[in-house]
């Protein structure tokens, strides 16, 4: 496969490497080869994102029911 990537990658102008790399991309993503697939690999970023806006939310709405939660005890201390 090696010798057939070095011969391809200089008529299709790119580095024999960045050639292997793409044909084993192909290969996970047709199912020929063990991996995580490019559209797995996508939705697991999406999910990372949206778990880490999560958390960052969750915290706001920490220090906010802190906050209101002082404000109420100040409240009903104050009448």
Known sequence: MWAAVESIAPMIGCMPRALHDWVKRGQVDHGERDGVTTDERERLKALEREVKELRRANEILKVA???FAQAE???RFKS
Do not use: K, T
Request: hydrophobic share 50%.
């Open 65 to 67: 029911s802190v906050f």
């Open 73 to 75: 005890l100040d409240r």
